[in-house]
């Protein structure tokens, strides 16, 4: 069993759908990242959270420690949100070397 | 600022050959990451680098993959001997501070596509 998994595996939606990709972890963490990865483009960090609730425009990302769980949502999605969105954990303080979730593609259809 | 840079974008080289890849990080950033992107395998973590601390080797996948990071800046990861299943994208990222209850934004670079023939 995976220490992170994320579901679904694949995401198609119209553009101007709510979207949320959720993401479940088994290990103790110090912080869980969100990363988006554009079809043969880099990794960027999205979020980092270890508790509550972030927001960075269209995009909201939530965690509930006990119950070892993340959600990402999309408000209002466009085609130029379609990207790989991966769930990644760090399990040690002082050491935030990342475990990462299999990613979850996301396609918006115009 | 300038990114995370890292060198060559695309390698191709013959099995049993020896690769280097570099990594420049972040100016002032004391940790430094490496990951590996396997088709089918998704992202893992290699080495870990932070300060003047011993380095986190626990990924690495063989005693033939090796990383040193001079003077606490640019880092090269080695691989000797490669076979196929190398074949892979090797990212690396770096981070300002590590450790306590606030942990920091991870920046990855663009990768090297390392290909095995």
């Known amino acids: 069993k995976n220490e992170v998994e994320q579901s679904p595996q694949n995401l198609t939606a119209q553009e101007g759908e709510f979207i949320t990709i959720n993401c479940s972890y088994s290990?103790?963490?110090?912080?869980l990242h969100w990363l988006q990865q554009h079809p043969g483009g880099g990794i960027v960090s999205l979020f980092m959270?270890?508790?509550g609730k972030k927001k960075h425009g269209r995009l909201i990302a939530t965690i509930n420690i006990q119950e070892k769980h993340s959600s990402l949502h999309i408000t209002a999605s466009h085609p130029r949100d379609s990207a790989v969105y991966i769930c990644?954990?760090?399990?040690?303080?002082?050491?935030?070397?990342?475990?990462f979730g299999t990613g979850t593609r996301l396609t918006i259809i115009p | 600022g300038a990114g995370v840079s890292q060198s060559p974008s695309n390698k191709v080289t013959e099995k049993g050959k020896d690769v280097e890849l570099r990594c420049d990080p972040i100016?002032?950033?004391?940790?430094l990451y490496w990951y590996r992107q396997s088709l089918g395998q998704g992202l893992e973590f290699l080495i870990y680098?932070?300060?003047?601390?011993?380095?986190?080797k626990s990924g690495l996948p063989s005693d033939r993959f090796s990383a040193e990071r001079t003077g606490g800046s640019v880092s090269t990861l080695t691989i000797q001997r490669t076979q196929q299943e190398d074949s892979a994208v090797y990212l690396c990222?770096?981070?300002?501070?590590?450790?306590?209850?606030?942990?920091?934004?991870?920046?990855f670079g663009p990768g090297t596509r390392l290909t095995v023939l």
């Open positions: 990222a770096s981070s300002l501070r590590v450790g306590g209850p606030s942990t920091d934004t991870q920046y």
């Open positions: 290990v103790g963490i110090s912080a």
């Open positions: 100016s002032g950033h004391t940790a």
């Open positions: 990644a954990v760090s399990d040690n303080f002082g050491n935030e070397k990342l475990t």
């Open positions: 959270l270890s508790s």
């Open positions: 680098f932070q300060g003047n601390s011993a380095p986190d």
